[in-house]
């Protein structure tokens, strides 16, 4: 166990539909980090979060939206879902805003649109 | 603009043997961090080594060292005497130390297969 824990492990959903993906950052630890992992375009930087406040945001569609809670944990919501989102979804969190004392992953959530 | 790039999708290596899985990567902050994970077939991500800009020495840790050559931008991943478990996808990735966040930069990855 990595401290990181992303609920559900699994999901499969239909084209159109929304879906909540839920992490819970490792103790201690205020940043929480958001990546999609897919087969035609890698591993891709989502979005951060530091204490509740966005920090920085990579190539998340407008379709996605997220947020960090306050008792730190987030959740990631994806929207009017299709085949092309279906990827791992991996959670992981700092103890820092920049990561300097490094990152615990979770063990993802993947989904599957159909 | 920030990248890593790894140009090995696919490599072999029999077990005890070392191998070397590369890294460059691109950038224009003189503060900047490089990682190595490793990712099994279960899916989740294994940190396995840091090298940080300004570390004079290469880092090590166990089997894996890094070999850092920083007027090449590379940061090649070494495991010395491999073994059956070895066998994953791996991953480098790139913190830019002077952009406040602490997102990483992935590359592609490369798959390595361990014979025994």
């Known amino acids: 166990d990595s401290g990181v824990t992303q609920t559900p492990k699994h999901l499969i959903t239909a084209t159109g539909q929304r879906v909540t993906l839920r992490c819970s950052p490792r103790?201690?630890?205020?940043?929480v980090y958001w990546y999609q992992q897919s087969l035609d375009q890698g591993l891709q930087f989502l979005i951060q979060?530091?204490?509740?406040?966005?920090?920085a945001k990579g190539n998340i569609l407008e379709r996605f939206s997220a947020q960090q809670f306050p008792d730190l944990h987030s959740e990631l919501n994806l929207s009017s879902l299709e085949l092309g989102d279906s990827a791992l979804y991996f959670c992981?969190?700092?103890?820092?805003?920049?990561?300097?004392?490094?990152?615990?992953f979770g063990s993802g959530t993947r989904l599957t649109v159909v | 603009a920030q990248k890593i790039t790894q140009t090995q999708p696919g490599m072999f290596v029999q077990e005890k043997e070392a191998v070397t899985l590369d890294c460059t990567y691109d950038t224009s902050d003189p503060s900047y961090g490089l990682f190595w994970y490793k990712q099994p077939s279960s899916g989740e991500m294994i940190f396995l080594i840091y090298q940080g800009s300004y570390d004079q020495q290469n880092a090590t840790e166990g089997r894996y060292s890094l070999n850092f050559q920083k007027a090449r931008k590379s940061a090649n991943l070494v495991i010395s005497a491999s073994q059956l478990g070895d066998s994953a996808m791996y991953f480098c990735a790139m913190r830019e130390g002077s952009s406040n966040t602490g997102k990483l930069i992935f590359g592609q990855g490369t798959t390595l297969q361990v014979k025994p």
């Open positions: 992981a969190s700092s103890v820092s805003r920049d990561g300097d004392y490094g990152y615990t």
């Open positions: 103790s201690g630890d205020l940043s």
């Open positions: 979060y530091y204490n509740g406040e966005e920090r």
